[in-house]
């Protein structure tokens, strides 16, 4: 009984936590950005069109609309350009961010949720307006214990207005600092006046943000701006040295081939103690067969059919299978919610038992329950009850 009670326990609690495990990376995997592949600039190892390797690269703002126009498995290719030396301070502190350019969509991208005011628009970029989006521990360290929009940051000493401030934000992997602690601008105010450093030029940025229009198309779009990059820049397309990217939706679909076979392997080993817990159950039966000859014997001898004993001792065994299930299936359940009102670690979602799995392991369950009482019962049917009758228990 408690073999099968934890051959469930072991299959729900273990799927329970690789799912949890899966959910809690994809989360964080979200907060980096929304399925986004980060190109950055590199340096050629290939000769291609007569240019030798060991060329720098670097992409300008002309790179963006062919880009755009060039992949059509893409659904946004943006800039980012970015400063670590810009002076910040309000009327009530100082303090050293990172300050970035981008395009309106940049803050959908990089899951940058609104958490007061707004994020950058259109307007702001076609107006070349100063106005400043603050991650949310920036704002606090820039205006403690108060609310910074609409008041005024300076970036040496350039004045932008507040517009809005980023919602608390987790996030345990980043290419270029925490969210949290920079400050975004629009991507032609942020040319203007702080354009990129030596060696680049004030026509060329530090990376290009692209997404595929949907997850089965991203290798595809990565493949397009590839190509797109390599013909403007006369390097080969197949030279990733070159043209380096960070591929999110590739490493969240590794991941979750890791967390699937993870998944399935303990699942194996829950459905292994199963199985020893359905045998554990059938020698449970076969000893009361045993103890219970004589019994079985008096009930033939007075005319009881073998379909008769062969139905009782198969329902006793299926009570006895079944109760243990459903008593494993609820201490499950039940751990995995208490479990669950503890503090968890950003890249574990808790314990997320699914009903896939619990049902799967009550199938499992059944089909064992069946083949522990089967037999048992079958050999207590085919007692001979004269056999019986002269049988001593314990002799």
């Not at 990172?98 to 940058?112: D, E, H, N, Q």
């Not at 997404?211 to 595809?220: E, F, G, L, R």
């Not at 009881?304 to 299930?325: D, H, K, M, N, V």
Request: with cysteine.
């Amino acid at each position: 009984m408690f073999g099968i009670a934890w051959g469930i326990v072991s299959i729900v609690l273990m799927v329970a936590a690789g799912e949890g495990l899966r959910k809690g990376q994809e989360e964080q995997a979200r907060n980096l950005g929304k399925d986004v592949m980060i190109v950055f600039h590199g340096r050629t190892s290939l000769q291609a069109g007569g240019t030798h390797a060991g060329r720098v690269v670097h992409w300008e703002d002309q790179d963006v609309p062919v880009v755009q126009a060039e992949s059509p498995d893409c659904e946004y290719a943006i800039p980012e350009l970015e400063q670590d030396t810009v002076r910040v301070h309000s009327n009530f502190n100082n303090a050293a961010f990172t300050v970035t350019g981008s395009y309106p969509p940049f803050g959908y991208i990089r899951s940058l949720d609104v958490g007061a005011g707004r994020f950058y628009d259109w307007d702001d970029m076609r107006e070349q307006r100063r106005v400043a989006f603050l991650g949310s521990d920036a704002a606090k360290q820039l205006f403690p214990g108060r609310n910074p929009v609409g008041d005024t940051i300076y970036l040496n000493d350039f004045p932008y207005t507040v517009i809005g401030v980023m919602a608390k934000k987790k996030q345990d992997s980043s290419y270029d600092g925490w969210d949290v602690n920079k400050v975004f601008l629009p991507f032609a105010a942020m040319r203007r006046d702080f354009p990129d450093k030596p060696p680049g030029t004030d026509t060329t940025f530090d990376q290009l943000l692209v997404t595929p229009k949907s997850v089965d198309q991203h290798t595809a779009c990565k493949r397009e701006v590839r190509t797109a990059l390599a013909r403007m820049h006369r390097y080969d397309p197949a030279d990733k040295e070159a043209c380096p990217i960070w591929d999110t939706v590739q490493e969240a679909q590794a991941f979750k081939t890791m967390t699937d076979g993870m998944k399935f392997f303990l699942g194996a080993v829950g459905i292994v103690t199963l199985l020893l817990g359905g045998i554990g159950v059938m020698n449970v039966m076969l000893v009361a067969v045993r103890e219970r000859t004589r019994e079985i014997g008096v009930r033939k001898a007075i005319g009881a059919p073998a379909g008769t004993i062969l139905r009782q001792f198969f329902i006793e065994a299926l009570i006895i299978a079944l109760l243990s299930g459903g008593i494993g299936l609820g201490v499950a359940f039940g751990f995995c919610a208490l479990v669950n009102l503890l503090p968890m670690p950003d890249f574990f979602a808790g314990l997320i038992p699914s009903w896939s799995s619990g049902l799967i392991a009550a199938g499992l369950l059944g089909a064992i329950a069946v083949g522990a009482a089967l037999y048992p019962a079958r050999r207590a049917a085919s007692i001979d009850p004269i056999e019986a009758l002269r049988y001593e228990a314990g002799g």
